[in-house]
């Protein structure tokens, strides 16, 4: 049994010490040196990682929104950008964009991909929200179901786009899920 017992032993010893192989004079091999993010602005992570162009205005008001077809044929119809094409943009015709008085607030100005933002407060009950400045923004009631979930204050995640098809609505654009919403400025 002694025979036995020393192979049992030696074999665990022999399992005990893989672990200690991967480390260097009984410490842990330091993991290899992660390059430094510039300090300031996020990189993007949707739209292939950069920011996209202004969308562009349709010339048939009719025009249904366009989905996106990838290469397995898979249909995506929510709002979004990808390699710099807008998706899922509605109609310029939805009634639901009509606004008797568009920009009832004013023109907000510092728009495109320019200008990044940082909620600097929030209203999720209501549906609003607001950037250093006091520059306020409500979420169309339609919309709020694709940003409810957002993490609406991590950081300059946000670009506000003019949107040309609707008058007096802008488009809220995620730079980390690379979609938009439609959003009416409130004024400062």
């Not at 710099?84 to 943009?89: L, N, Q, R, T």
């Amino acid at each position: 049994m002694s025979g036995r017992l020393s192979c049992v032993l030696a074999v665990l010893g022999l399992l005990g010490s893989l672990p200690l192989s991967a480390q260097q004079g009984g410490r842990p091999v330091a993991p290899e040196p992660r390059p430094e993010m510039p300090h300031g602005a996020s990189m993007p992570r949707a739209n292939q990682g950069h920011l996209p162009p202004p969308p562009v205005a349709r010339s048939d008001r009719t025009a249904p929104p366009r989905p996106e077809i990838d290469e397995r044929n898979r249909i995506n119809n929510h709002p979004h950008v990808s390699h710099d094409e807008w998706y899922g943009h509605d109609r310029p015709d939805d009634p639901r964009f009509h606004l008797d008085h568009p920009w009832p607030a004013g023109h907000f100005t510092r728009f495109g991909p320019s200008y990044r933002y940082a909620v600097t407060r929030f209203d999720r009950e209501r549906h609003r929200f607001w950037f250093a400045g006091g520059f306020g923004f409500e979420v169309a009631p339609w919309d709020w179901i694709l940003a409810a979930e957002w993490c609406w204050t991590c950081g300059d995640d946000f670009i506000v786009y003019d949107d040309p098809d609707h008058p007096g609505w802008y488009l809220l654009y995620n730079i980390y899920t690379g979609a938009y919403i439609h959003v009416q400025y409130l004024g400062t």
